[in-house]
């Protein structure tokens, strides 16, 4: 039999399987290139939600990494101002003054003082207690304010306070160790005792 001169087929490789096509090596650089596309494309995406929502909402404030503010700062709001009572004289209302002290004749003092301020007062009389120790004009109705205001400032500013204790009159002012307004000295002559109130007495 012929021999014939041998080849590369007539050498085997020690392994027999199959070896498929290979790939060419890939470029370099082009990892960085799409990690550049997705940080593009999320910047896209968050600039426009940051641009919606300065549009529905132009309140919106960012804060930077050093603690300042951009942005268009939130309008701040302007309180509501308490209306102011204007203190008035009412000689349309009743009157009480109790002395709260043991200022002999002090309700009737201060008393007169207000009735030649314009007030109506119908009952001078003394406290259940001679140790009430703060001045305070007592009104029940809040409509009664504004006079309650009045005649304290006329008794030197004293207290007011709103209490539904005192039932008598539409005012009611209880005399105390700290009053120094108009009818605290007796002055000359006798002084006449207050009588004992009628009222409930004081808080």
């Known amino acids: ?14 392994h027999r399987e199959r070896v498929g096509a290979h790939r060419g090596p890939r470029p370099r650089g082009r990892g960085w290139i799409v990690v550049a596309w997705a940080a593009l494309a999320t910047a ?51 009157v009480t003054v109790l002395n709260g002290t043991d200022n002999v004749g002090l309700a009737g003092r201060v008393g007169q003082a207000a009735i030649d301020g314009g007030w109506n007062v119908g009952t001078m009389a ?26 304290a400032q006329l008794l030197g500013n004293v207290a007011t306070e709103q209490s539904s204790t005192f039932q008598g009159a539409a005012l009611t002012v209880v005399l105390g160790t700290d009053y120094a307004g108009p009818g605290l000295d007796a002055g000359t002559g006798e002084v006449p005792a207050d009588p004992p109130a009628d009222e409930t007495g004081t808080e």
């Open 44 to 94: 896209l995406l968050v600039g426009g939600g940051v641009t919606y929502l300065a549009v529905i909402n132009n309140n919106i404030q960012f804060t930077d990494a050093f603690g300042g503010s951009t942005g268009t700062a939130a309008p701040s709001e302007t309180p509501t101002p308490t209306p102011t009572i204007t203190p008035i004289t009412d000689g349309t209302l009743a």
């Open 126 to 151: 003394n406290a259940s207690s001679t140790d009430f120790a703060t001045t305070t004009v007592y009104y029940e109705d809040p409509a009664n304010e504004a006079a309650a205001l009045g005649l």
């Open 1 to 14: 039999m012929a021999r014939f001169p041998e080849d590369s087929f007539d050498h085997l490789p020690a």
